[in-house]
């Protein structure tokens, strides 16, 4: 059964891409590092975090490549 979750089928298209990955980032409110979740099945998007350490809330945009591969992870203040 399938929630809402994207699917993603390892031998459509994406060519050895991972589904997603970890990514180290600086909190750009306390400075903390921390790993955070990036799913690169949903494509290029920008979504609100709180960091794990001070609840603040990041905005956090995913860049892809053409490939489907995680191309960056830009972080700011969401305020």
Do not use: H, N
């Not at 609840?55 to 591969?69: A, F, I, K, Q, W």
């Amino acid at each position: 059964m399938y929630g809402l979750e994207p699917v993603f089928e390892p031998s459509e298209g994406k060519g050895g891409v991972e589904a997603e990955s970890f990514v180290s980032i600086q909190c750009p409110w306390c400075g903390e590092r921390l790993d955070v979740r990036v799913d690169v099945t949903a494509g290029e998007r920008s979504y609100i975090d709180d960091c794990e350490v001070c609840c603040r809330p990041m905005e956090l945009t995913v860049e892809t490549e053409e490939s489907g591969g995680l191309r960056a992870l830009r972080v700011r203040r969401a305020d």
